[in-house]
């Protein structure tokens, strides 16, 4: 583990006791109110809100609370995770002031919060690229979108198809309720189309980092701020003529990774109150730098 990775964890870590033990339970009663409190500035009052969602955003969302509440006195933020179907239930259901996604919402989600009085909307707080990841020791450097969907459908199992040793592939996914396991499976296996029998559906995304960092023959599938020096990421190309790209901010930015991606934060209606001031703290320089501290990307 770097240094970097050990300080995060420490403050990861902290910040949880923080959030578990110390914070308020949100003034909306978690009703997913537009305005979640009375608006303050760092010189006093009280806000307190909730956040619910994406596990690729839980560490993100975890930061962004903490430094909030260091600037706004008397604030109170608490942030879950659960995975971006989890989050936007909360929403639909009024259990959360903010959902957060690593995928839009669907429009059956957007009908059943219609029919309940809730009426969404949608902000692009950061942005991330869906890296690729093997073991360490795995020759192979570079795969197609094609070969990726071959691995994930199991029509390809063994790394000596695709350029690297004589192994069995070990496929690790996120579950179901992942927004991370809906992007994946849209924008490389195809809509519907069912990941192999074989795939294992883990709980998180550390989970799939320490899977395939033990395994020579996992594979493995994460947001850009969870890589390390325990796996390897594979270079991507959207068809065999194509140049194979690296997840990383820049390519982000200049849209040349095929599997670059928005993060969503949604409200209850409009924003007021402390849910916008929340928001354009964000979005605004404090909460983007954060996000580039975090090996995201930003949404300018």
């Not at 308020?24 to 009703?31: A, I, L, N, V």
């Not at 459908?153 to 496929?171: C, F, H, M, S, Y």
């Amino acid at each position: 583990m770097t240094v970097k990775q050990v300080q995060f964890a420490l403050m990861s870590a902290a910040l949880c006791a923080v959030l578990s033990a110390g914070c308020m339970k949100p003034e909306s009663g978690g009703g997913g109110a537009t305005s979640g409190g009375a608006p303050t500035g760092s010189g006093g009052g009280s806000i307190s809100l909730s956040l619910k969602g994406s596990d690729t955003m839980v560490q993100l969302a975890q930061v962004w609370a903490q430094e909030f509440m260091n600037s706004h006195k008397g604030a109170a933020i608490t942030v879950t995770g659960g995975g971006s179907n989890t989050g936007i239930a909360a929403l639909v259901n009024k259990g959360t002031d903010l959902a957060n996604a690593s995928r839009p919402m669907k429009d059956e989600e957007k009908a059943e919060a219609a029919k309940k009085g809730v009426e969404p909307r949608e902000f692009i707080v950061a942005q991330d690229a869906l890296s690729v990841i093997v073991h360490l020791s795995n020759p192979v450097n570079e795969l197609t979108i094609e070969q990726l969907k071959g691995i994930y459908t199991g029509k390809i199992a063994n790394w000596k198809e695709v350029g690297g040793p004589d192994q069995r592939i070990v496929l690790n996914s996120r579950e179901t309720s992942s927004g991370t396991y809906v992007f994946f499976q849209e924008h490389v296996l195809g809509k519907g189309t069912p990941f192999a029998s074989t795939t294992m559906l883990q709980p998180s995304t550390t989970q799939i980092v320490n899977n395939v960092a033990q395994d020579k023959g996992g594979i493995g599938y994460v947001g850009l701020g969870f890589l390390n020096d325990k796996v390897k990421a594979v270079k991507l190309k959207s068809d065999a003529s194509s140049p194979a790209v690296e997840a990383k901010v820049e390519t982000v930015l200049d849209k040349t990774y095929p599997l670059a991606r928005p993060l969503y934060q949604y409200t209850n209606g409009e924003p007021s109150g402390a849910v916008k001031q929340w928001l354009d703290w964000v979005m605004g320089p404090e909460g983007q730098a954060i996000v580039k501290k975090l090996d995201f990307v930003p949404v300018q």
